[in-house]
């Protein structure tokens, strides 16, 4: 009889550390999936300074700051772009993460500032400390630029919205 009563005491107390542990994960996780407009104003905004950061970090990063043609060598005639498909994959990459995070957890318009406003307001930077050349393109290349910073975080936002929403 004791060892039957043992057995299940056993079995009790080892479903009851489950469960603990299951809850305390649960609640791990759930406060970085709860909407940022459902917790406190600090832990707020601290989140969307932190995914602003990293935004601007990712294009720091993957992009390298001087973005004019220059020749590869002195007194050559071919120009060359420091720029490299694998730095704007990895940045179109860690940009559409932040965006479909941010998508989840926050309002279009914020995940708009939070992701797409820093690498904008960098590249206007970057653009604009150039000195004056023959043809001033620059400020639509930043426009276009703007223009699918921000179209591309609006659909990641849309898609993991709707992947979030079926998957419930």
Not at 79 to 93: F, R
Request: aromatic share 8%; charged share 15%; with cysteine.
């Amino acid at each position: 009889m004791n060892a039957t009563a043992n057995t299940t005491a056993n079995t009790t107390a080892n479903a009851n550390r489950t469960a603990n542990r299951t809850a305390n994960r649960t609640a791990k996780t759930s406060a970085i999936r709860t909407p940022l407009r459902k917790t406190a104003p600090l832990p707020r905004y601290a989140t969307r300074i932190l995914g602003a950061a990293l935004a601007a970090a990712a294009y720091l990063a993957c992009l390298p700051w001087d973005l004019r043609n220059r020749a590869e060598t002195s007194g050559a005639l071919n120009e060359t772009s420091p720029v490299t498909t694998t730095g704007i994959t990895l940045l179109a990459v860690s940009l559409v993460a932040l965006a479909a995070y941010f998508g989840i957890r926050d309002r279009a318009a914020w995940t708009l500032l939070v992701v797409a406003a820093p690498p904008s307001t960098l590249l206007y930077v970057s653009f604009d400390t150039h000195p004056t050349q023959d043809a001033q393109v620059w400020p639509l290349a930043w426009a276009a630029f703007t223009l699918l910073f921000g179209v591309g975080t609006l659909v990641a936002v849309v898609v993991a919205r709707r992947l979030t929403r079926d998957s419930v």
